[in-house]
């Protein structure tokens, strides 16, 4: 992968994270880390000045394993990948770290940063490191229709708005 500026990103954020879908990965190899499978996001800017830094907004529902690191750790990652690994992707959203070695199921190899952690066969990655994070809350809603569809069980996510530090493009 090689490095670029976060201000050459050139990226459709409704198809990659919403079509194409996206890994969520917080922790170590030494702290221990996990990821899940994503297609809720957002990609843009906020505070800062002169144009607002660029930031990435999560949802991650309470009962995901992935906010346990999330939660813990300062930097989050966004994995984005080539269509090939779909299936690992499908997987990664179905089955929870909590129960079984997931990564070790699929085909994909992480990278381990001293602070977070990657996958080599992304063809696009954004290093989040967390500015702020907030619940969902029902109260929210200006359409309540939402509420009813999306959390029946009154499981609302939290969001985290994270600042892109990095970005890594595939070679
Ligand atoms: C296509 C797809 C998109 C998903 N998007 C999200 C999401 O944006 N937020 C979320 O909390 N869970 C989302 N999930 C569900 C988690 O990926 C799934 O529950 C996963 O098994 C959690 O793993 P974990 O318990 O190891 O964290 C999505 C699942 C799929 C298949």
Redesign the pocket.
């Given at each position: 992968m090689k490095e670029i500026q976060v201000s050459e990103l050139s990226v459709n954020p409704i198809h990659r994270i919403a079509k194409d879908?996206m890994l969520v990965t917080a922790g170590t190899k030494a702290r221990g880390y996990?990821?899940?499978?994503?297609?809720?996001?957002h990609l843009g800017s906020i505070w800062g000045h002169g144009g607002g830094l660029p930031t990435s907004v999560?949802?991650?529902?309470p009962?995901?394993?992935?906010?346990e690191f999330v939660d813990r750790e300062d930097i989050y990652t966004l994995c984005f990948f080539p269509a090939e690994h779909k299936q690992a992707?499908?997987y990664?959203?179905?089955?929870?770290?909590?129960d079984e070695d997931?990564i070790a199921k699929t085909d994909l190899t992480p990278v381990f940063e001293e602070d977070y952690t990657y996958f080599a066969e992304a063809d696009l990655v954004l290093v989040c490191r967390k500015l702020y994070q907030a619940p969902i809350v029902e109260e929210g809603f200006v359409d309540s229709s939402i509420l009813e569809d999306c959390y029946p069980a009154r499981d609302l996510?939290d969001m985290y708005i994270g600042e892109i530090i990095r970005a890594f493009v595939a070679d």
């Open positions: 879908w996990n990821t899940m499978t994503a297609s809720w996001g999560i949802f991650v529902r009962q995901r394993y992935t906010k992707l499908g990664l959203g179905s089955h929870s770290g909590r997931k996510h």
